[in-house]
């Protein structure tokens, strides 16, 4: 229950941040954390609710396997297994992940981006971005 009010302050504090921000494009970033920094954490940028542009990292596959987004969007990936895991795109990656942390990136550019998981190369997955 701890774990999702830290999530839930995040997203609080993320929206908070992106209202305050200037109007230019967002600029592509990452964010790895750990569920007890989540909340001070605010260096993504974007303005989608994480909600519908989430990954749950389970049962050693990324849920959903494709997520369709607009450019701009930013997508969270969640650790919910007992082992670690990591997110790997060709041009950058998210570290390792243990249970509970996350990791968010913005997709500026319009694309089919696939991905998998370091540890587990046979993990994969697919943002496509419109």
């Keep these: 229950m701890k774990k999702i009010l830290v999530l839930f302050a ?19 970033s990452t964010t790895a954390t750990t569920a007890a920094s989540v909340a001070t954490n605010t260096e993504t940028q974007g303005t989608t609710a994480l909600a519908s542009n989430s990954i749950l990292i389970e049962n050693h596959a990324f849920n959903p396997g494709v997520l369709t987004i607009k450019a701009g969007d930013s997508v969270t ?3 919910k297994d007992s082992v670690s895991h990591s997110v ?6 998210s570290g390792l992940l243990k249970k509970g942390d996350s990791f968010t990136h913005v997709f500026d550019t319009a694309g089919s981006f696939k991905y998998n998981c370091g540890p587990h190369p046979d993990m994969t ?6």
């Design 88 to 93: 790997v795109f060709a041009d950058f990656e």
């Design 77 to 79: 990936w969640t650790n």
């Design 10 to 28: 995040a997203i609080i504090m993320m929206f908070v941040v992106s209202g305050c921000s200037s109007t230019s494009p967002a600029k592509t």
């Design 125 to 130: 997955g697919t943002i496509e971005v419109q």
